[in-house]
């Protein structure tokens, strides 16, 4: 089971942390990707993570300001995101992947959360 939360409305400019907690004993195994859907708009890869958090991967449009972390004892991933805007609007979804030893961004993930709602207002 993937659960997000810390979604929310937040002004141009500002700052919110998604949380994505992940129900696998194995958490520490596993890939996370983190993806934003707008109304209208195709869902698209943000960022991810690997297994052991070594390797991070950032769209261009969030490089620089969005920062993906775990935690694999708390079996948590994260994905904190500054200088928001409006453009960052979107359900925001954690996926994970059973991927141990990923030196990549896995193509495709088993596991999807619900989402959670980001606002960013101008």
């Known amino acids: 089971q993937v659960v997000e939360s810390g979604g929310g409305l937040v002004q141009t400019g500002g700052s919110l942390t998604l949380s994505c907690v992940v129900s696998?004993?194995?958490?520490?195994?596993?890939?996370i990707g983190w993806f934003r859907q707008a109304p209208g708009k195709e869902r698209e890869g943000v960022s991810c993570?690997?297994?052991?958090?070594?390797?991070?991967n950032y769209t261009d449009s969030v490089n620089g300001r969005f920062t993906v972390t775990r935690d694999n004892v708390e079996s948590t991933a994260y994905l904190r995101m500054y200088s928001l805007k409006p453009e960052d609007s979107g359900v925001y979804y954690c996926?994970?992947?059973?991927?141990?030893?990923?030196?990549?961004?896995?193509?495709?993930?088993?596991?999807w959360g619900q989402g959670t709602q980001v606002t960013v207002s101008s």
């Open positions: 996926a994970a992947l059973l991927y141990p030893g990923g030196r990549t961004c896995p193509p495709e993930y088993q596991f």
């Open positions: 993570i690997n297994d052991d958090g070594s390797i991070t």
């Open positions: 696998e004993a194995t958490f520490d195994y596993y890939a």
